[in-house]
């Protein structure tokens, strides 16, 4: 049972492993692996608790309900999955600053914070504008061969690539 | 399929994917920034060889009549504007929408303190906007949920031979490359 607490993985088993998951998925609940829609509808569930049910009315939330479903479970779960994995492999820790970006930019915390809120910012917009993230477009819709998932992917790791060569560029 | 099933399913098939992320390296900042700095290609590796174990699989089942697949429907002004500003949040904060909730579970706080708070403004902020951006610009180039095979008029396995071979070769080049 060693495989259990090895860390980390050969990236060609854990991506198989993915690959048998999203056959999984399919055949047993219907659906394809995606994750950026259950935070659209997590943030209606919030939106809700302050303004009520109004919000349900919205053209947004009345295509995308604020309501747990199969993919807002399955997000749910990755946390859980993750913990365990993390536990077994002796690498959990709570951990504020990442090693690349203290190297990089400093151990600041408020720094590193305000970055990731627009980093969120932007992944949570972006997600929705273009229908998908790199679970659903990524993985399920470039697997599905559809055109708007090959083009979004492609541009998640263009606009990816720039931007991190330039931040990263910029503090060198 | 009642709905507790569904959400037991969900459940425990997330169990799966947040363990084969972390266990992969994808839940770490550094493994996400590495890849789009082109140091580290831990993550193309995990997404190509999950898209070609899947792509044939899905399409096998398909075709033996099991499951009905669902390609998203796009535009290029939705996809190619929407990656990259994805693309562009996605370097900032150095984990996508699936990787930070196993982010989140290995422990990370920038994930859950900095980037959950940040997904769900700007997933309330489109969904403001959104009235508007639908009837505008995100109809602009729309082609709908269009795939290789019916864009080119072959089968599906006319395209998925030849692509599993170059999404092999890819990985192969990496590896000989020693990245």
Known sequence: MDWLTAWPWSPYAAGMGIGVLSWLT??????????????????????????????????????????????????????????????????????????????????????????SVAGGVLLGFGSRWAGGCTSGHGISGTMQLALSSWVSACCFFIGGIVTALLIFGIAA | MDRKSQLVQGLL????????????????????????????????????????????GVHLMKR?????????????????????????????????PGTIAGAIGNGYLDALAGGLTGILIGSGLFAALYPGLRDGILKKGYYGDVTFPR?????????????????????????????
């Open chain 2, 64 to 96: 033996l009549g099991w499951v009905r697949l669902s390609p998203k429907s796009g535009s290029w002004s939705q996809n190619v504007i929407g990656g990259l500003v994805f693309g562009v949040g996605f370097a900032l904060l150095g984990y996508c």
């Open chain 1, 26 to 115: 399919l055949y047993v609940s219907g659906h394809p692996i995606g994750c950026s829609t259950s935070f659209a509808r997590t943030a209606g569930m919030i939106e809700k608790l302050f303004r009520g049910r109004k919000v349900e009315a919205k053209p947004f939330y009345r295509e995308i309900r604020p309501v747990v479903d199969w993919q807002w479970m399955l997000v749910a779960g990755m946390v859980f999955g993750a913990f365990l994995s993390a536990q077994l492999s002796g690498d959990f820790r709570w951990q504020w600053i990442p090693t690349r970006w203290e190297a990089a930019f400093g151990d600041d915390r408020l720094t590193r914070i305000g970055v």
């Open chain 2, 151 to 179: 864009l080119l008029k072959v089968s599906d396995w006319t395209v998925i031979v030849p692509l599993s071979a170059l999404l092999g070769l890819m990985l192969l080049l990496l590896e000989r490359a020693g990245l």
């Open chain 2, 13 to 56: 098939f997330g169990i799966l994917f947040g363990f084969l992320l972390q266990k992969g390296g994808a839940t770490r900042y550094d493994v996400i920034i590495g890849q789009l700095l082109l140091e580290d290609f831990t993550v193309v590796k995990i997404m190509l060889s999950a898209v070609l174990t899947g792509m044939i």
